[in-house]
């Protein structure tokens, strides 16, 4: 049984960092494109930061370049999301995905190419 679950968010101000591991089991993770995405109220999933399994290919939403930090553990199976400078426009469900695929066919933070998906934990940033 596929499982991503994600942790480590809560509530900060602005400025301020938070790291969100995302742990999974039941599919092959060495073979599978990772992605965080977010949701905030009222819009539509985004996709954030993407990696290949071997962290040689990773993409960047705009909005986050500079301040964002995807990263993986093979040996843990674990995908990271280092968050620095928080902002309040932040604030959002965030979703740790994965899909099957290697190198440059991983960098694409569309969702809909997303197969499996965590139940999402919430980051608030405050001003």
């Known amino acids: 049984q596929v499982q991503l679950v994600e942790s480590g968010g809560g509530s900060v101000q602005a400025g301020g960092s938070l790291r969100l591991p995302c742990v999974a089991s039941g599919f092959s993770y060495s073979i599978h494109c990772m992605g965080w995405f977010r949701q905030a109220p009222g819009k539509e999933r985004e996709g954030v930061a993407v990696s290949s399994p071997g962290g040689t290919v990773e993409q960047y939403a705009d909005s986050v370049l500079g301040r964002f930090a995807i990263s993986r553990d093979n040996t843990k199976n674990t995908l990271y999301l280092r968050m620095n400078n928080l902002k309040p426009e932040d604030t959002a469900l965030y979703y740790c995905?994965?899909?099957?695929?290697?190198?440059?066919?991983?960098?694409?933070?569309?969702?809909?190419?997303?197969?499996?998906w965590g139940q999402g934990i919430q980051v608030t940033v405050s001003s």
């Open positions: 995905a994965a899909r099957v695929g290697t190198g440059p066919s991983c960098a694409t933070l569309e969702s809909a190419a997303f197969r499996y």
